[in-house]
Each structure stands twice: as structure tokens, then as C-alpha cells.
């Protein structure tokens, strides 16, 4: 299994930005998906997971409203698009997958995980 993140950088208080998380290496139309964050010094924690048909979707309550997860099981490909970014949203940004079909806030739910995009907000 690979989970490899892109998207990452630097945005100003306000922008948007867009991550992207390439899966491979197992069916990935079959799993729910989740996006979690770590910032410096601070444990990781939830953000946002989707069904594995994209039909169920949950959100952190400090990002609802302001992220959407989706998923394109065509390309393989989980997204989180992000919309006025404040400075508590930088964070490295973890892929992860899910070992069932439905989202799922619990770490102790997911089996697989990637590397990380930085996502720094700052002006």
C-alpha cells in the first residue's frame, strides 16, 4: 500500500489550497478514506473522512464549513479542498486509509498511512 500526498505550501490567512493523496498498491473503490493533521508540537488529530462510495462524508468541527473531502475511485485519488485557511490549520497533512467502508474519526480504524504535505498559513 502507497499513500503519497501532494498539494502542500505556503497561504496566506484567508486562500485556499488543495491537497491530493495518490493511492495504490489495494482497492481503493472498497475503503473509506480520512485526512488527518499534526501541528508542531501538538498531537495529530482528525480533519475530515469520506465513504468509500464518497456518499458519507465527516468533518472536525474546527474545519467544517471550510474543508471538503472528496474522492475520485477512477483515479485512485483522495482530496481535501481547503477554503480560508487560518494559522491553526498549518499542520503536516496525513492521508490515511481506513480498514472499513465508512468514515471513521478513530486512528484506531485506520491501517495504512502516508508521509505528510506541509501546509504552512502565515501572511
Known amino acids: 500500500v502507497q499513500l503519497v500526498e501532494s498539494g502542500g505550501g505556503l497561504a496566506q490567512p484567508g486562500g485556499s489550497l488543495r491537497l491530493s493523496c495518490a493511492a495504490s498498491?489495494?482497492?481503493?473503490?472498497?475503503?473509506?478514506m480520512g485526512w488527518f493533521r499534526q501541528a508542531p508540537g501538538k498531537e495529530r488529530e482528525f480533519v475530515a473522512a469520506?465513504?468509500?462510495?464518497?456518499?458519507?462524508?465527516n468533518y472536525a468541527d474546527s474545519v467544517k464549513g471550510r474543508f471538503t473531502i472528496s474522492r475520485d475511485n477512477a483515479k485512485n485519488t483522495l482530496y481535501l479542498e481547503m477554503n480560508n485557511l487560518k494559522p491553526d490549520d498549518t499542520a503536516l497533512y496525513s492521508c490515511?486509509?481506513?480498514?472499513?467502508?465508512?468514515?471513521?474519526?478513530?486512528?484506531?480504524?485506520?491501517?495504512?498511512w502516508g508521509e505528510g504535505t506541509l501546509v504552512t498559513v502565515s501572511s
Open positions: 498498491g489495494f482497492t481503493f473503490s472498497s475503503y473509506a
Open positions: 490515511a486509509k481506513s480498514r472499513g467502508s465508512f468514515p471513521t474519526r478513530a486512528e484506531n480504524s485506520i491501517d495504512y
Open positions: 469520506i465513504s468509500w462510495t464518497g456518499s458519507l462524508t
